[in-house]
C-alpha cells in the first residue's frame, strides 16, 4: 500500500469533523445529497396514515416524522455550513476520497448482489473473496487461494451446518454436500 505523504502522514484523519476549517472534495454534493434525501424521507413520513383516527404525537407517524425531520433539518445545517468553507488544497475525489480500489470494490458488491441468487452463496463468495484478498493484500496466488477459500468454507460450515442458515445455493449442489457431511459425522460416532 502506497501512502500519499505530500498531504496526508498515513494516519487517519477520519475523527469527529475531519478537517475543522476546510471542505474535502466531494463534501458539499455528499452533503446536498443527504439533505434532499432526508427531505424526501420527511415527506414519505409525512404520507403515513393513521387508520384510527386524527394524527397526533401517538400516531404511527409521529416518530417516523420526527426522526426524518431532525435527519433533514441537521442535514441542511451541515450543508450551509460547509459551502462557507474553503475548499481542502491538494487533494482531489479520485486520489483521496474514492481511488481506485474503492471503487472496484464498491462495483464488486454490487456485483456480488445481483450474482448471489442465479450462481449461489458458494461461488459468488469464493470468487469476490478471492478477486479481492488478491486486490488487496497484493500476495501470491496460493496465499490468496488458502486465505479466501478457507475462510469460506469456515463461514460455510459455521452458518450453513452449525446454525442452520438458508443461502442461495445456486448452480452448487449444496444439498448433496451437506448429506455427505452428516454421513461422515453420523459414520465417525
Request: with cysteine.
Amino acid at each position: 500500500m502506497n501512502i500519499e505523504t505530500d498531504h496526508h502522514d498515513g494516519t487517519s484523519d477520519a475523527t469527529p469533523g475531519g478537517y475543522e476549517k476546510q471542505r474535502r472534495p466531494g463534501e458539499l454534493v455528499f452533503c446536498a445529497f443527504l439533505a434532499l434525501a432526508s427531505l424526501f424521507l420527511v415527506w414519505d413520513a409525512w404520507g403515513i396514515e393513521n387508520a384510527f383516527g386524527p394524527n397526533g404525537l401517538s400516531s404511527p407517524r409521529a416518530i417516523p416524522l420526527a426522526t426524518t425531520l431532525v435527519m433533514a433539518v441537521s442535514a441542511i445545517v451541515i450543508f450551509v455550513k460547509d459551502m462557507r468553507l474553503p475548499k481542502v488544497a491538494g487533494e482531489t475525489v479520485r486520489k483521496d476520497i474514492l481511488p481506485v480500489t474503492v471503487v472496484i470494490l464498491a462495483l464488486m458488491l454490487v456485483a456480488y448482489g445481483v450474482a448471489l441468487n442465479s450462481l449461489g452463496f458458494l461461488p459468488t463468495s469464493a470468487l469476490f473473496l478471492i478477486v479481492a484478498i488478491k486486490l488487496l493484500a497484493r500476495r501470491g496466488w496460493a496465499w490468496t487461494l488458502a486465505v479466501s477459500l478457507g475462510s469460506l468454507i469456515l463461514i460455510w460450515v459455521i452458518f450453513r451446518i452449525v446454525f442452520t442458515v438458508l443461502m442461495p445455493s445456486g448452480i452448487v449442489p449444496e444439498a448433496e454436500f451437506i448429506q455427505l457431511f452428516r454421513n461422515l459425522l453420523s459414520g465417525a460416532n
